[in-house]
């Protein structure tokens, strides 16, 4: 096995390449754009697989496949290797972006090359797919039909198997994880893999580390959750008391304000959930978290406090108002937060690149899969007791793994 081997994305403007690359590598921070040709140079990404390193490459669209077509039909005449010949020759500014892909070629293990099958295959196109299949042995190509049309989708299949190229089928924007999963697995079964084992290896170590990665951003999702479950158990309205017991109007006050406290605190939940998983350009449409009179629970001072806030000169006694640990709030509140990282966590990769989509929790479809009522109201009620014992970190370790695989399964 190599130390290093390199991945290379080809194809025309506005083809994918970059929603792709995103999706191959679970980096929303790709620059992925719907404005034609907006990746102006190379992206290439070194990951460390362990065994060995492989650098995945986006590239600039193709901006001349008939000259390039053309050109590479005279150097194979010539036996001469036609990525390299192109570099050599080409020194026209015109074709720089040109001239950068095929640099990238000149030593690639594998050029995916990415297709948009929305509209019938012209003489541009067919340009291209002969131009990769002429790129010879020393590289394997496949090719990815994205945005396919059901109109369309046939005549690309053909011809890509009239060149002798295998092509899988990836909608990069409207993709999941799984469905990314699912490509990988297909891509490593490629015949052209089969006479270098080395490269399926490659590709399974990749996606094996696109899943860690995955699973490691929903498990820290599933301990924020807790963290900020524990914080909204201890959430404090206050307000001086005017008597020895409080009104009824002080008491809507209270409520009141402890609600749109909960509130922000939710919004600002959501809002470093996305930071840590570099989502900040997302918007979130979401109604204001409401709470019910039952959800809060009203904490006033003893008697000999209130007493002592009569006294001249003495602090007055504040009235509390808090989450109930004993009401459903926890339990929405856990479900809620679900919902959206599970939400955030289905979407693919590159759409998030793009920043022009929103979630929208105006419908909630809670998580249909099971939470441990029982033990999310044990933990909130220990957690509003301000309970910092090894049993309860313990219980709050073992909840963090079962909503992790809870936020998994309504994911994928």
């Known amino acids: 096995m190599?130390?290093?081997?390199?991945?290379?994305?080809?194809?025309?403007?506005?083809?994918?390449?970059?929603?792709?690359?995103?999706?191959?590598?679970?980096?929303?921070?790709?620059?992925?754009?719907?404005?034609?040709?907006?990746?102006?140079?190379?992206?290439?990404?070194?990951?460390?697989?362990?065994?060995?390193?492989?650098?995945?490459?986006?590239?600039?669209?193709?901006?001349?496949?008939?000259?390039?077509?053309?050109?590479?039909?005279?150097?194979?005449?010539?036996?001469?290797?036609?990525?390299?010949?192109?570099?050599?020759?080409?020194?026209?500014?015109?074709?720089?972006?040109?001239?950068?892909?095929?640099?990238?070629?000149?030593?690639?293990?594998?050029?995916?090359?990415?297709?948009?099958?929305?509209?019938?295959?012209?003489?541009?196109?067919?340009?291209?797919?002969?131009?990769?299949?002429?790129?010879?042995?020393?590289?394997?190509?496949?090719?990815?039909?994205?945005?396919?049309?059901?109109?369309?989708?046939?005549?690309?299949?053909?011809?890509?198997?009239?060149r002798a190229m295998e092509c899988f089928e990836f909608d990069a924007f409207k993709t999941k994880f799984s469905d990314c999963a699912r490509l990988f697995d297909e891509i490593c079964s490629a015949s052209s893999l089969r006479v270098r084992s080395d490269l399926g290896e490659v590709l399974r170590a990749l996606k094996a580390n696109r899943t860690s990665l995955w699973r490691s951003n929903i498990d820290a999702a599933a301990g924020e959750i807790l963290n900020s479950l524990k914080d909204l158990m201890n959430l404090r309205s206050s307000l001086k008391m005017s008597n020895f017991s409080i009104s009824k109007d002080e008491s809507s006050r209270l409520h009141g304000d402890f609600s749109s406290m909960v509130s922000a605190f939710v919004s600002g939940f959501r809002r470093e959930v996305l930071r840590r998983f570099r989502y900040s350009g997302i918007r979130v449409n979401a109604p204001d978290f409401k709470l019910s009179d039952s959800q809060m629970r009203i904490i006033l001072p003893n008697v000999i406090r209130r007493l002592w806030g009569k006294m001249p000169f003495a602090k007055k006694p504040d009235a509390l108002c808090a989450a109930n640990p004993n009401s459903d709030l926890p339990e929405i509140f856990a479900r809620d937060a679900v919902f959206f990282v599970s939400s955030i966590a289905s979407f693919s990769y590159a759409k998030s690149a793009t920043k022009e989509f929103e979630i929208d929790l105006s419908k909630r479809g809670f998580a249909p899969v099971f939470i441990n009522s029982e033990k999310l109201a044990r933990f909130s009620i220990r957690a509003a007791n301000g309970d910092e014992s090894d049993s309860f970190f313990a219980m709050q370790n073992a909840l963090r793994e079962e909503l992790a695989d809870v936020i998994m399964q309504s994911a994928k």
């Open 2 to 162: 190599k130390s290093l081997y390199k991945i290379v994305i080809v194809g025309r403007p506005n083809d994918g390449k970059s929603s792709i690359f995103a999706n191959f590598l679970g980096d929303d921070e790709v620059a992925v754009s719907p404005i034609p040709g907006e990746t102006k140079h190379m992206q290439p990404r070194e990951i460390n697989l362990g065994k060995c390193n492989v650098e995945v490459i986006d590239t600039p669209g193709l901006q001349h496949p008939e000259t390039v077509f053309f050109s590479f039909k005279d150097y194979v005449a010539a036996g001469r290797n036609p990525a390299n010949a192109f570099v050599e020759e080409f020194k026209d500014p015109r074709y720089a972006h040109d001239v950068e892909i095929m640099k990238a070629l000149s030593d690639a293990d594998i050029c995916m090359l990415v297709v948009n099958a929305d509209n019938f295959v012209g003489h541009t196109q067919k340009c291209l797919l002969d131009t990769f299949s002429m790129l010879g042995s020393g590289v394997a190509v496949l090719g990815l039909v994205n945005r396919k049309d059901d109109d369309f989708i046939g005549e690309w299949r053909d011809n890509f198997a009239i």
